[in-house]
Nanobody
Framework: QVQLVESGGGLVQAGGSLRLSCAAS????????IGWYRQAPGKQRELVAA???????NYADSVKGRFTISRDNAKNTVYLQMNSLKPEDTAVYYC?????????WGQGTQVTVSS
């Protein structure tokens, strides 16, 4: 089992920045990929950014150049630095981890960007 706890969401004005954190615990040693998804009201959940065990990253086109995913293996924590935030970035952000054939989700953290 893997447990994921997100933090760092909040309310920010357009153009501002936030940093989300996802602390992983449990069987973290075999996580293949960990990342962030988001879901806005009335929309499907979408991948925002992810990082593999080999430190390969991928981003949604809508956040490239504005968001950066990184990891601190010593702390079992993944970060999402979000800069130049836009109102359309408003959503609940979920941490996601894939381990072997299993998938785990955090409880989500709200990010609201005001115009």
């Amino acid at each position: 089992q893997v447990q994921l706890v997100e933090s760092g969401g909040g309310l920010v004005q357009a153009g501002g920045s936030l940093r989300l954190s996802c602390a992983a615990s449990g069987r973290t040693f075999s996580i293949n990929r960990i990342g962030w998804y988001r879901q806005a009201p009335g929309k499907q959940r979408e991948l925002v950014a992810a990082i593999s065990s080999g430190n390969i990253t991928n981003y949604a086109d809508s956040v490239k150049g504005r968001f950066t995913i990184s990891r601190d293996n010593a702390k079992n924590t993944v970060y999402l630095q979000m800069n130049s935030l836009k109102p359309e970035d408003t959503a609940v952000y979920y941490c996601n981890a894939k381990r072997v054939v299993f998938e785990y989700w955090g409880q989500g953290t709200q990010v609201t960007v005001s115009s």
